[in-house]
């Protein structure tokens, strides 16, 4: 039965991140009602833009979807979960949904988060700098958000992790894609 929750995912298995146009319709009418508007071809787009939306709705299968975001170890979340992050609200287009592993009650604490990101070639004092930076922001109890990648975002994370404070890595293909495969175990710990 496609819910809410159901609705998003295939939503969010289909649809661009950022799309503007589908992130204020979902965020306004509801995952459910814009998935069975597309279903009943209630949207005024060209009827070959509806058509493909229909169709890849159609083909995609909720239940491989569950299974693949469970394989992967992570959880999907939408705007009803309670521990959904409420500041992406503020966003230009925010996201239908987020795929998330690892330890989700920090989710809860990114009212007090710093978010540092920067080069993947940083300079040496770059990195001592991003790793003392958020060594300190942890001792300060705030959440450490950055990207994972090389350079300031590894340097950043291992910071956190230097004295035992909570970070999570925002990862750009996802948690069944991780990049950079060097830092899979530094992932483990976010």
Avoid at 37 to 44: A, C, P, Q, T, V
Avoid at 112 to 139: D, E, F, H, M
Wanted: net charge neutral; proline share 4%; charged share 15%.
């Amino acid at each position: 039965m496609i819910n809410e929750a159901r609705a998003r995912l295939i939503l969010f298995s289909i649809i661009q991140p950022a799309d503007p146009f589908w992130s204020y319709e979902i965020n306004q009418r509801g995952g459910l009602s814009v998935y069975r508007r597309i279903i009943s071809g209630n949207y005024f787009l060209k009827q070959q833009d509806i058509l493909k939306l229909q169709q890849q709705i159609m083909q995609r299968k909720v239940e491989d979807l569950e299974i693949e975001i469970n394989n992967a170890s992570g959880i999907f979340i939408t705007p009803e979960d309670s521990d959904w992050p409420f500041s992406l609200a503020d966003l230009a287009t925010p996201p239908i949904g987020l795929v998330i592993a690892g330890n989700r009650s920090a989710l809860l604490k990114l009212d007090k988060s710093i978010s540092i990101v920067g080069s993947r070639q940083p300079t040496n004092y770059g990195l001592q700098l991003s790793y003392s930076l958020a060594s300190q922001a942890c001792l300060a109890q705030l959440v450490v958000v950055s990207g994972g990648a090389y350079g300031i975002d590894t340097a950043s994370h291992q910071g956190t992790l230097s004295v035992g404070g909570l970070s999570i890595a925002v990862l750009a293909g996802g948690i069944n894609k991780l990049y950079p495969l060097e830092n899979q175990k530094l992932f483990k710990y976010n």
